[in-house]
């Protein structure tokens, strides 16, 4: 809080200073803003927050020694123009831009902090961060943690504050960016990607480092460092008084030193153990909500041999970890989600709020152990709803899945048979289902087994979803878009396949999902973004892109093309693939491809579909031709090969998915 002073100058004589200061208190909640999305992502939401606020506040002493100049502009003029708010922009983005630079010779650890005075600013006992953002927030701010600080700089300046390119150019010149052009192209990319929703997403609660939540640290850490710190003063003690003993020529015996933190193991009784019911009481609906279920909750023996297998794991106990997955040590005291008897092994269940381990344990005493470690960071309501209670490997056809509190039913479908109805799944009282198939590996597609679950009316009103299990610790969501144009707001957003169209597009995409075993996918997204009708005959034709979304953050497509011709279980033809990509997500909105087809009288055909945006498709190849909208078909001598490119509404131009 600043204290504003309540001498006032006389008319016409008013210092810079008292200027300075009330035109900062004025935008310091902008002011922060650009600090807090400049800095690195990498330093974490609390300390950003405190450095930002930090930035700010000692920007004003930056700016104290500015000449004196003419009254500002209006406020209707472009922002940025008045020299002093340019002063404090240009302050604060400077030590923004260089936080992580320390004085030379200055240890690497501390510099790597951007303070000379290492772990400060400090906040004892407190974390504070931004209130959380919905869904298009969070992707952006994603988005933003992969461009450089200058390049975010850029995309606020022109997005929020209004500024232009050359006077955001100049900005970051005068603030030490090392190349301005560069920030701009990469601001220019993502103005693109979000559209004219920028300015209202980075002004939301995710990005306003003024409107803070709190929460306490974590408080079982802070006690084991209190008594490794006690421990360590008591081993400083022991040591003073032994080399007082020795300097006076007696002689004493060598004192145990304390184990250190790296080897101490953590305790079951450290475990972290959410009460029933906290799911009904909180808006955080994830593995936090989780109470701690099985019949060995209170078993310590076993509780104290999965936590040592996830620490200092023993050569007898297999460490199987999905892709993107650390095997860093858990950094506080997991939370406990279950322990218990599964068929014949014993299993625990943890969550450190990252990552889920299951401890699989088999025989009486023990003699084989496994050990599961996988990301479930951002977990919802949905890919947080059932965790599988065992392998699926070694021969085993079925799994059994514990599910979340809020699941108020369980069933189970094929996804081969869209026509068939769910069957209900038996669920004990403490949320083990019974035996689930599986997703197959291989090439074969005799059936595609899916979880069909219903969360309780507290969490959402007629809320059903499909999780399919691909072998890892979570299942996979599965999603869909359907067509544009049937009823479907402008606003394309994935909804649950629960519905007729929804089943009957993943009855042709179900077999793929053989492929994504083990790959550590989080959710798929069937999204049928054109339609068609083909000549001779062909049937009606629906051009689909799956989007596989996988825990660590790329995600791959599969373009594929099916007609009303194809049996009900066949699977859709593959056009086209591309592998880590935005295509078919919400930076992504736009697509095209085209293909090969052979007519049912036998004839080549070209055909090549777009999304809603598309306006005219261009091809190249075999066949050269251009048609202005969304479909094409042009006969083809034999079996064609093909380029596309679309022209786009906003008049840019697009390639083909999978295109070099």
């Known amino acids: 809080m600043h204290l504003r002073s309540r001498r006032r100058p006389s008319a016409g004589t008013r210092p810079p200073f008292l200027e300075v200061e009330s035109l900062l208190v004025e935008q310091y909640g902008e002011l922060v803003r650009l600090a807090h999305l400049v800095l690195p992502a990498t330093i974490g939401r609390h300390r950003r927050v405190l450095v930002a606020h930090s930035l700010v506040q000692r920007a004003l002493t930056g700016v ?12 209707a003029e472009k922002r940025g123009g008045d020299p002093v708010e340019r002063s404090l922009l240009l302050e604060v983005l400077r030590g923004s ?19 000379l005075l290492p772990g400060l600013p400090l906040v004892v006992g407190l974390r504070l961060f931004p209130r959380s953002g919905g869904a298009d927030e969070l992707a952006l701010a994603q988005r933003l943690s992969g461009v450089p600080a200058a390049a975010r700089a850029a995309f606020l300046l022109r997005s929020v504050h209004g500024m232009s390119d050359d006077a955001v150019h100049q900005l970051l010149s005068d603030a030490g960016a090392r190349d301005p052009d560069a920030a701009l192209r990469t601001a220019d990319a993502l103005d693109e990607s979000v559209g004219t929703r920028a300015a209202a997403l980075l002004t939301s609660l995710e990005f306003d480092a003024c409107a803070l939540q709190a929460s306490p640290t974590d408080l079982l850490r802070r006690r084991r460092r209190a008594r490794l710190g006690l421990a360590a003063l008591a081993l400083l003690a022991v040591t003073g008084v032994t080399l007082a003993a020795t300097t006076s020529g007696g002689t004493t015996s060598q004192a145990e030193a304390p184990a250190s933190a790296a080897g101490s193991a953590l305790r079951p009784a450290e475990l972290v153990r959410t009460p029933a019911g906290v799911w009904d009481h909180t808006p955080r609906v994830d593995f936090t909500a989780w109470p701690a279920r099985g019949a060995r909750v209170h078993d310590d023996d076993l509780l104290g041999r999965a936590l040592t297998a996830w620490t200092r794991p023993a050569r007898r106990t ?31 269940l943890l969550y450190d709020g990252q990552r889920l381990a299951r401890y699989d344990e088999f025989g009486s005493s023990g003699e084989r152990a496994e050990l599961s470690v996988a990301r479930a960071d951002d977990a919802d309501v949905t890919t ?65 087994p899916a979880l069909q679950l219903r969360s309780s009316s507290r969490v959402a009103e007629h809320h059903a979803f499909l999780l399919a299990g691909l072998g890892d610790l979570s299942p996979v969501h599965l999603t869909y878009t359907p067509l544009p144009g049937h009823g479907t707001p402008p606003a394309r957003q994935p909804r649950e396949a629960t519905g007729p ?16 075993r083990g790959t ?19 049937g009606h034709a629906v051009w689909t892109c799956a989007r596989a979304d996988s825990w660590r953050g790329p995600g791959d497509v599969t373009v594929t093309l099916r007609t009303s011709r194809d049996a009900q279980a066949a699977p859709a033809r593959t056009v086209a693939g591309a592998t880590s990509t935005a295509a078919c997500s919400r930076f992504g909105q736009h697509v095209v491809a085209a293909t090969g087809w052979r007519s049912p009288r036998g004839h080549w055909f070209v055909v090549a579909a777009g999304s809603r945006a598309v306006t005219r498709l261009s091809v190249t190849g075999a066949v050269s031709a251009t048609k202005e909208g969304r479909t094409l078909a042009l006969p083809a001598p034999g079996k064609p090969r093909v380029g596309v490119r679309a022209r786009l509404a906003t008049g840019g131009s697009l390639d083909a998915v999978g295109s070099r």
């Open 318 to 348: 297999h460490v199987t970890l999905a892709p993107g997955t650390t095997a860093a040590v858990p950094t506080s005291a997991p939370q406990l989600l279950y322990a218990g008897d599964v068929d014949d092994r014993a299993v625990v």
């Open 520 to 538: 550590g996918v989080r959710a798929v997204n069937a999204w049928d973004f054109a339609e068609q009708e083909l000549p001779e005959g062909g």
């Open 384 to 448: 947080a709803a059932a965790v599988a209670l065992g392998p699926s490997e070694q021969g085993r056809s079925a799994v059994r899945y514990l599910l979340a509190p809020w699941v108020a039913e369980a069933q189970t479908r094929d996804l081969l048979r869209p026509d068939v109805l769910a069957r209900p799944l038996t669920v004990s009282k403490e949320g083990v289902t019974g035996p689930v198939a599986t997703v197959a590996a291989g090439r074969g597609c005799a059936g595609r």
């Open 97 to 115: 831009l260089s936080y992580g630079r320390g004085p030379r010779l200055w240890p690497a650890r501390f510099a790597s902090q951007g303070t």
């Open 64 to 75: 104290r020694a500015l000449p004196g100049h003419a009254v500002p502009p209006p406020r």
């Open 501 to 516: 169209a929804a089943l009957l597009a993943w009855t042709h995409q179900a077999c793929g999902l053989g492929s994504l």
